[in-house]
């Protein structure tokens, strides 16, 4: 069964930081990888998409890489914001009929101005 | 730009009652996802349609949770009845057809439901 593990739960830094967030999971033989964004009480925005033959997808500030043979994937923001303060969630697809996502709990993100 | 969209927003009941939530997706979507996220948690799939048939009903608690989608575009997710375990996040997603390999999931903005 596929786990996802996001650590630390929650990182609270000054504004204009450059960050990584990291995402693990258990079984290398993923589809595909989202990173989400989520504002509390909200529902979840699609920041980027690697495809598992790819090794990164930047978009503005925002950067994520996969190495799919050591199970790992990292958010990468660069200059932080306070408007970046959100949970970011990251998610695996095992494809085909499995497309459904599997979730880890997410790193609740603080950017102090 | 096309979105998710779910209703109601927000759904308070009490435990026995039965509870509906509605979801429209992107036009021309031919699979739709129900998710529930329990506070802290990430989302876990409850059901997976495509088209009109379900897909993934795995982890759908069948003794009181129903889904459907007849006409394969909007659907329907019904708890009868409530517990207090079901408080939670509700969240509807679309993709335009589960399994492609740059199939990105876009989420509608959720229906909270708190039973008391």
Redesign the interface.
Known sequence: KQEVTQIPAALSVPEGENLVLNCSFTDSAIYNLQWFRQDPGKGLTSLLLIQSSQREQTSGRLNASLDKSSGRSTLYIAASQPGDSATYLCAVSGGGANSKLTFGKGITLSVRP | EAE?A?SPRYKITEKSQAVAFWCDPISGHA?L?W?RQIL??????LV?FQDESV??DSQLPKDRFSAERLKGVDSTLKIQPAELGDSA?Y?C?S?LE??L??????????T?LTVL
């Open positions: 998710v779910q699979t996802y998710y802290g948690q990430g989302p876990e799939l997976q897909v993934d996040m969240l997603a993709s589960g399994g390999l740059l199939d990105t999931q876009y989420f509608g903005p959720g909270r």
